[in-house]
């Protein structure tokens, strides 16, 4: 190995310094860069010596005398202060097979909080719907937290993220906690994998949520009742965020930055907003929703038809020719 812990490298594409912290495999190291920690290949570094003596040494310039009154006030330019939202990161660990050739040994987990919020969070792994590995702590806002490491076998037995987030400084506007899920299939990871190679990049992450949800009125159920109704029920709706009779999924409508997301990620964000809307639709008692999913490759469109399928709030969905979106939507009709 050319570099040790500890040493002092130079980043190629950026010309800063940082210092080596892990060797993750004979490829890959981690590199800190005034307090950011992110893996970096090999050839995408050097020893910053032959740059510094390199470089002409000029000399001084005179300054100009500076009064008190004419100094300018620093602006605060933290350029990683980019809110993007919570991601879930891997970063594949290379190794060699009997053949030489590259594979894929073992996956570090990693989530990362591109937000200016800290969170609370409660963390669990399921393989076949097992329960394997669980961990509680936080992470800071504009940082990055290690979870564990997932042998690539294992990454064949449905594997399934849970997380419950709850914010570090409560907010009564806010909600106390959120629930999200993500689950990958074999099939989608190769092709993160390879998108990965052919891009040149270290890792490759899922957004779990953009935004942190605002609170919502809670619905409590009216037990006593054996037809299941809930007490004060046209209050309570008032107090739920509007449904809309007509929801388009195209990601254009849904965020501004979304053009360096991949086709599962983007699938990932639009069946999150079909259920928000499909929930409120159910909550307001609407008679019929319609989801413009549009055409393209119908991945959007089959996946949809699949969830319409498990709801019991269904009464019938069509896929028919409709006046204002061609073929590019399903109508949902609800029973109550």
């Known amino acids: 190995m050319k570099y040790q812990l500890g040493d002092t490298v ?30 970096v290949y090999l050839d995408q570094i050097d020893f910053p010596y032959i ?25 605060n330019a933290d350029k990683y202060n980019v809110s993007t939202g919570m991601w879930l990161c891997l970063l594949p660990v290379f190794d060699k097979d009997i053949f030489d050739d590259d594979v894929v040994e073992q ?21 076949k719907g097992s329960p ?11 940082n990055e937290f290690y979870l564990h490491d997932i042998p690539f076998e294992e990454m064949n037995d449905s594997p399934k993220f849970e997380f419950d987030f709850s914010l570090s400084d409560p907010n009564k506007k806010k909600a106390t906690h959120f629930e999200t899920t993500f689950k990958i299939k074999a099939k989608q990871l190769f092709q993160k994998i390879e998108e990965m190679k052919m891009k040149n990049e270290p890792t490759f992450s ?11 009125e809670e619905v409590i159920p009216d037990y006593n009742n054996s037809f299941g109704q809930l007490y004060e029920a046209s209050k309570i709706k008032e107090k739920l965020e509007p449904a809309r009779s007509v929801v388009d999924l195209h990601i254009e409508k849904l965020m501004d930055n979304w053009k360096g997301l991949s086709n599962f990620e983007i699938l990932t964000i639009q069946l999150n907003y079909f259920e928000k809307y499909y ?5 307001h008692r609407q008679p019929n929703l319609i989801i413009i999913h549009g055409i393209g490759t119908g991945k959007l469109r089959d996946e949809i038809h699949e969830i319409l399928k498990t709801k019991k709030e269904v009464r019938t969905f069509a896929n ?17």
């Open 320 to 336: 028919q020719y409709h006046h204002d979106f061609g073929f590019g939507a399903t109508e949902i009709f609800f029973q109550y």
């Open 279 to 283: 929930n409120l639709a159910v909550a």
């Open 132 to 142: 394997d590995f669980e961990l509680s702590n936080t992470v800071l806002p504009f």
């Open 206 to 216: 899922f957004m779990l949520f953009e935004k942190y949800p605002d609170k919502t």
């Open 107 to 127: 996956f570090k987990i990693y989530l990362l909080n591109y937000t200016s919020e800290g969170y609370q969070f409660i963390y669990q792994i399921k393989f």
């Open 10 to 39: 130079l980043l190629l594409h950026s010309n800063e310094e940082g210092e080596v912290v892990e060797i993750i495999n004979d490829k890959m190291v981690l590199v800190d860069v005034d307090g950011v920690r992110f893996p």
């Open 51 to 75: 740059k510094r003596f390199s470089e002409k040494k000029k000399m001084p310039e005179k300054k100009e005398k500076i009064y008190i009154d004419n100094i300018k006030k620093e602006k």
